[in-house]
């Protein structure tokens, strides 16, 4: 897809600060340093629109980025950072777990997982809290790149198989080094967007 227009409309701690234009739509989701804040630069073609975290898990806000005035990323923080406090972890599961809930205008999530390891027990749990809210799901695998093509299938159906993945979700293996897997990413984006 061609982004034209990228705008960062707000970065909400509350939920009285999230857009009320109704456009649709796509969250994204994964563990701090999994690769996220490079996959939105690469897929939107814009160098540092995302900031990519020197401070991982710094930011504990839902970050709305409008695109070609057509539908929103919204970047959820990063989760799994040791360094985030009991309570800072708390407020995050809080206020992900009342977007998930109560957004109308969410149409699918993007969750990311590192290609190379086993997922986490937040993967897990963040793959596991999706399905149970039935929303559409990509799992996406970052840093493709870092695993020779050879072993691209085989680090796929593991994946799916320790994610228990759904039939209707779907899995990418992608790089922001190479751009492998943008176009699938944004077919998916395209099904799940409303004509
Ligand atoms: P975030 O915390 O999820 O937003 O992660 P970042 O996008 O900041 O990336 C974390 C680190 O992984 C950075 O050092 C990136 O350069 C690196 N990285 C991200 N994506 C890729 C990738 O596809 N390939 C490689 N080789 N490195 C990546």
């Known amino acids: 897809m061609q982004i034209q227009d990228v705008e960062l409309v707000i970065s909400a701690v509350a939920p009285m600060q999230y857009p009320t234009d109704g456009l649709p739509e796509i969250a994204l989701t994964g563990r701090s340093n999994v690769g996220k804040s490079s996959m939105i630069n690469k897929l939107i073609q814009r160098k540092k629109m995302a900031r990519t975290s020197s401070t991982p898990g710094k930011t504990q806000t839902l970050n709305f980025y409008k695109l070609n005035e057509a539908f929103y990323f919204v970047d959820v923080p990063g989760y799994g950072y040791a ?19 109560e957004r109308t205008t969410l149409r699918g999530v993007i969750s990311l997982i590192d290609v190379r390891h086993e997922p986490t027990k937040d993967d897990l749990a963040m793959y596991d809290y999706l ?10 695998a970052t840093k493709g790149d870092k ?23 779907d899995l990418v293996i992608f790089s922001s080094t190479s751009g492998l897997g943008g176009d699938q990413i944004w077919e998916w984006v395209t099904a799940h967007l409303p004509e």
């Open 83 to 101: 360094k985030v406090s009991k309570t800072d972890r708390e407020k995050f599961s809080q206020m992900i777990e009342t977007y998930l809930q």
């Open 147 to 169: 695993v020779p093509r050879g072993k691209w299938n085989q680090r796929e159906s593991k994946l799916k198989k320790a994610l228990q993945l759904n039939q209707t979700d």
């Open 131 to 140: 399905k149970f809210f039935g929303v559409p799901v990509l799992v996406v």
